[in-house]
């Protein structure tokens, strides 16, 4: 199996409750850490599609942020 044909999720659930916000001056809702998630994996060549899942209720949301950011519905 080639590297290119590996995805990767990153789930982001109960590490809200562990981790330090990721809320701050420039990420006030949770798409703009998808897309400076999309800035950082832009030159990587590891996977082929990257995925951010925050996974809490009550609002589930997904993106694809690589190779280029969408909105996952």
Known sequence: MSHSSVRLLVYYGAAV????????????IFSD????????????????????LKAWEPELEAYEVFPVFATCK
Do not use: D
Request: aromatic share 16%; hydrophobic share 45%; net charge positive.
């Open 17 to 28: 409750a562990y981790n330090t916000p990721w809320y701050g001056v420039n990420t006030k």
């Open 33 to 52: 850490v998808a897309k400076e998630a999309a800035r950082i994996a832009a030159n990587q060549s590891a996977f082929e599609r990257i995925y951010l």
